[in-house]
């Protein structure tokens, strides 16, 4: 089996469809997945809790590669605001549900080997492969983050795509140090950034595990984050799976396109069992 965490809010289904199914159509085992969501509306009207109609609809189509699969929707609220309500970084470049990976060794419901990804990923070959490396006295394993080696250091890690030894992150606070340092610093990528400073038993793995900037062809994890553009001036891109038209047009990328065509049918087929969801 592989167990795989995603966090977010309710506008973050898109990439979970894309994603899980790009899954779950590689693989043929058994996918635990479990959601941390929490509700902000009180910050943002935007910042609604992912629904129980959004992973109901998601485990159903898992399920059909894999009977066994599952996904456990746990909501965090108040876990989240007792220990970042006051948070220097609830407000910033990035939401605040980039901070709830920090939680994963606060949560009981979770296994001990948990791969952890970003909605904006999807797997190109099977991620069993990528679960499957060993972590034992590591509290993560993690890629080296493109941008940042060139301005934050060779061995800046990203966040994207981790697989969490769990025991062991409990074992030495890591996660906890990490929440400590996002509540009382203002930081730019703050839990990559908190991550990077607090851990000392990080694990760097291949940078085909979480590809940031062109496919290649041995890729496991293709990872449409934020990427920097040098031509025809220095700028930022940030387009993400579900965005077709920019896929087409600004990154030239085809290569999942018979992926969106299932993924349109299945946005559809949401819309229509839940018209207000």
């Known amino acids: 089996m592989i167990n795989l965490l995603y966090c977010g809010n309710k506008r973050v ?6 994603s899980l199914l790009s899954i ?24 609604s809790p992912i629904t129980v109609e959004q992973t109901t609809f998601l485990e159903k189509m898992i399920k059909k590669y ?12 108040g876990l989240f605001m007792s220990e970042m309500g006051n948070s220097k970084n609830i407000f910033g470049f990035y939401t605040p549900y980039t901070l709830l990976r920090l939680f994963c060794d606060k949560v009981p419901e979770l296994p001990d080997k948990l791969l952890y990804m970003d909605a904006d990923t999807v797997a190109m070959k099977d991620i069993g492969e990528l679960f499957d490396i060993d972590v034992e006295g590591y509290e993560f394993a993690a890629s080296i983050d493109y941008i940042g080696k060139f301005f934050l250091g060779p061995r800046y890690l990203n966040a994207g795509v981790m697989l969490i030894n769990i025991p062991e992150s409990k074992k030495t606070g890591v996660f906890e140090k990490a929440r400590v340092l996002c509540t009382v610093k203002k930081l730019y990528f703050p839990d990559q950034d908190a991550l990077n400073r607090k ?12 590809s940031q900037r062109w496919l290649r062809e041995k890729d496991v994890v293709r990872h449409f984050c934020r990427s920097l ?19 087409h047009e600004v990154l030239h990328v085809h290569y999942i396109d018979d992926l969106l ?16 969801k």
């Open 24 to 47: 779950a159509r590689k693989t043929d085992r058994q996918l635990n997945v479990y959601v941390f969501t929490v509700d902000l509306r009180n910050l943002d009207p935007k910042f």
């Open 199 to 210: 851990a000392k038993k990080k694990k760097r793995i291949k940078s085909i595990y979480n």
């Open 261 to 276: 065509e299932e993924y349109k049918v299945l946005k559809k087929e949401f819309l229509m069992l839940y018209p207000e």
């Open 229 to 247: 553009r040098l031509l025809p001036y220095p700028h930022l891109v940030n387009i993400k799976p579900w965005d077709e038209k920019g896929l």
């Open 66 to 77: 894999n009977s066994d699969s599952s996904i456990t929707l746990l909501d965090i609220t």
């Open 13 to 18: 289904f898109d990439g979970l469809l894309i």
